[in-house]
């Protein structure tokens, strides 16, 4: 192997995940809630956005952004579980995604009403400082996110693993109704998975942005993205996300490699949709769903 | 729903309608009416194919622009490269459309619900990545424009409006007796039953992939002939308005808004919000977001307030009326 695919590799490793952290809250949507959340990704989009007005306001560090997009996405997160999606948790699955389809919309129109059609960049204090490493040089952007995301990550997953809320919501997600008999407040878990949800893809997405660009529409591309890498890895595993993260991540980088950075979402959108056909399962997912 | 001894009244008063729409035009001359009629009737085109799929079959299909897009481009680059008559590119596009339709709908309909809808998602992205990368076919991003031959039926090309109304309206009403045809038959029948249990629908002997892949390539046909027709009409085309979410999404809050599953449904969701939509986009021009906030808000609203669609409301006001 040349020190160049070495490189190409270790890039897709570090943009995977992210794209772990950015995805990780949908599969918590739709196994607790089961909420096909189509405006997933615009919810991302908000808080890229969010991002950038603070940097171009405040010159808030990528840093300093995180501190305030996590409490601020935490509240929104409760606020959109409580206003919007409780109003359809009883609706047939159809009905839910197309309600969130519209939401999707909205919120496109927001966007482009507040922040216009031009393509932003958020900017990291970090990202024209360059690491040598084997073949070539990487971005140290690259490297510190992908840290600071799977930090954010593993908080994630000792969260769900140890502490009693996180216990209680791994236990809806397999049995509601065994949950409720045993006495766990159903509504909580549904408020706490949501804001919880939100606010991880909003911490990966402020991650993301320095490496990607805003836009109004960037949000479809953020929910298919989200929606491959669940999928690919299992839906409702949390490890799965991380596993789909990777091999997203690494296709991509190959792809713009060998071919050109045109098929790279092409070759990603493939793989996901074989997967889908050969293991609708996922590759690590264990339960059955239709 | 109808009260079959009013059929023959009914009939009448179609009839009527259909008289005065294809008079309209040589007394109204309004540019701007006939403009607004025209995407009435292309809109009608593709909710209807949309309510086979959705409505009447119950699979959301969130990707049927790609047959949109392989209506419009198949004649055109045709046209353009191998000096084939338009028509005949047509003809070509819809067989494209079926073809691939069977394809697809194969390979996705191992899929339901949520799935099913992701995955015809991504095979429209896939065909919107394949058109703006092969540049020597398409002409990419950049879009191919279909050159004004003055009037011509040959070359689908006129100065005025009026023949562009006729041929919307005849192909609109094509796709409302499709759908009523569908809707009469065994197989709109079998349709409804694989909507509403499809398990249940295969236990008593219905090849439920199969009916679901007839309803998808009727789809598909509708939306391969719609899409030439836009791309006659405009006279260009570019792979994000022809493969985008937009074609694909439109032709469902249409047929929501209206009744999905029903034969008027769409058209009425259509004729109610295609000309609100169309003033929105140009008195609002300058703030740009609000038809995407519009069509957002409007689709999450009827979810919640009337999932039953337009048509339902209209429905009560005739019984209310008559007794």
């Known amino acids: 192997m040349d020190g160049f695919l070495i490189q190409i590799l270790l890039r897709g490793v570090l943009v995977g995940g992210m794209y772990a952290l950015l995805s990780v809250g949908l599969t918590l949507i739709f196994g607790v809630l089961e909420i096909p959340h189509f405006a997933y990704g615009d919810v991302m989009m908000l808080a890229m956005y969010t991002c950038y007005w603070l940097q171009v306001f405040t010159g808030a560090s990528l840093f300093l952004s995180i501190i305030i997009v996590f409490p601020l996405y935490l509240a929104l997160g409760f606020i959109l579980q409580k206003f919007v999606v409780n109003k359809i948790m009883d609706k047939p699955e159809l009905s839910k995604m197309l309600f969130m389809v519209g939401f999707s919309l909205f919120l496109q129109g927001l966007a482009l009403f507040v922040w216009t059609a031009d393509t932003r960049f958020v900017k990291s204090e970090l990202q024209n400082i360059y690491v040598d490493i084997g073949g070539g040089k990487i971005s140290l952007t690259y490297i510190v996110n992908f840290v600071m995301a799977m930090l954010f990550f593993a908080g994630f997953y000792l969260w769900l693993q140890k502490t009693f809320m996180g216990k209680a919501i791994r236990a809806s997600a397999q049995n509601k109704d065994l949950a409720l008999v045993t006495g766990i407040n159903i509504h909580k878990i549904f408020l706490v998975s949501f804001g919880i949800a939100t606010v991880m893809s909003a911490v990966g997405a402020v991650l993301f942005a320095p490496i990607y660009y805003v836009g109004p529409f960037v949000g479809l591309e953020l929910t298919l993205k989200s929606f491959m890498i669940v999928v690919l890895g299992g839906l409702g595993s949390i490890e799965g996300a991380l596993l789909g993260g990777l091999i997203i991540g690494v296709v991509e980088a190959l792809s713009s490699y060998l071919l050109s950075s045109e098929v790279k979402d092409l070759s990603a959108l493939i793989i996901f949709l074989l997967v889908l056909l050969f293991k609708p399962k996922g590759l690590l997912g264990k339960e059955v769903r239709e | 729903m109808i009260p079959s001894k009013n059929l023959a009244e009914n009939k009448l008063l179609l ?309």
């Not at chain 2, 040959?154 to 192909?171: E, I, R």
Request: hydrophobic content about 60%.
């Open chain 2, 15 to 323: 009839l009527l309608t259909f008289v005065i729409l294809v008079v309209l035009p040589f007394i109204a001359q309004s540019p701007l009416l006939l403009h607004l009629a025209i995407l009435v009737y292309l809109y009608i085109i593709i909710s209807e194919a949309w309510n086979l799929i959705g409505g009447y079959a119950g699979q959301v299909s969130l990707g049927n622009a790609v047959f949109f897009g392989v209506g419009a481009y198949t004649a055109v680059l045709l046209y353009l490269n191998l000096n084939i008559n338009l028509w005949v590119g047509l003809i070509i596009g819809i067989i494209f459309s079926a073809v691939l339709s069977a394809v697809i709908g194969y390979i996705c309909f191992r899929l339901h619900g949520v799935f099913f809808a992701f995955a015809t998602l991504a095979v429209a992205e896939v065909f919107k990545l394949l058109f703006i990368i092969r540049k020597d076919i398409t002409q990419g991003p950049m879009g191919v424009v279909l050159p004004y031959k003055g009037d011509s039926i040959l070359d689908v090309s006129f100065a005025s409006k009026t023949p562009y109304y006729l041929l919307t309206l005849a192909f609109s009403v094509l796709a409302i007796l499709t759908v009523s045809y569908v809707s009469k038959s065994k197989l709109g029948y079998y349709l409804l039953a694989v909507r509403e249990d499809e398990v249940a629908a295969r236990s008593v002997g219905i090849n439920t992939v199969l009916v679901k892949i007839i309803a998808f390539t009727l789809s598909a046909i509708l939306n391969s002939i719609a899409g030439f027709l836009y791309v006659t009409y405009i006279r260009y085309i570019d792979p994000y308005v022809a493969f985008g979410l937009d074609i694909s999404l439109i032709q469902a809050l249409l047929t929501i808004m209206g009744g999905a599953g029903t034969v008027w449904g769409p058209v009425l969701g259509t004729v109610i919000l295609i000309p609100l939509l169309e003033l929105f986009r140009v008195y609002f021009v300058k703030f740009s977001g609000i038809n995407y906030m519009l069509h957002g808000a409007l689709l999450m609203i009827i979810i919640l307030l009337m999932p039953q669609g337009a048509i339902s409301i209209v429905r009560r006001l005739i019984k209310w009326l008559k007794s």
